[in-house]
């Protein structure tokens, strides 16, 4: 498993880094922030992320203690599984439900992510056998 944000390389500002989506703000001022892990292996048709959801209070400083971990798998179906945290898997799932409803292209994104991903296992892989 690799953490998108450290192939990609983006800032390690605690705000910006993952697939930064400060969403459900509303909830009493707890922003949500999701941070995407992704299997890296080229010949692996896993098709799903780990993500880990980060609750940050707006006043207190910035922790990425995870609030639930869980698995999205996208390809075909989208499911939720190996839910972790205070949550149960229906409650998690209407979390994650709700967040693709109020940010249509986070599963297009994650998608995204996830082929190129792979398109950098590839490349590694190929360095490797020259
Ligand atoms: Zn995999």
Redesign the pocket.
Known sequence: MVAADEVFGVSKVSNSCGLTRPILEEHRGIVHRLLDFY?I?PS?K?GETHLSVIRVDKDTAASDEPWITLRLHFEGKVGLSHVTGPLSRQQATALITEWIQKDPALLGDIEARYRRIKEIGRRILGRKGK
């Open positions: 299997c292996n692996c896993c």
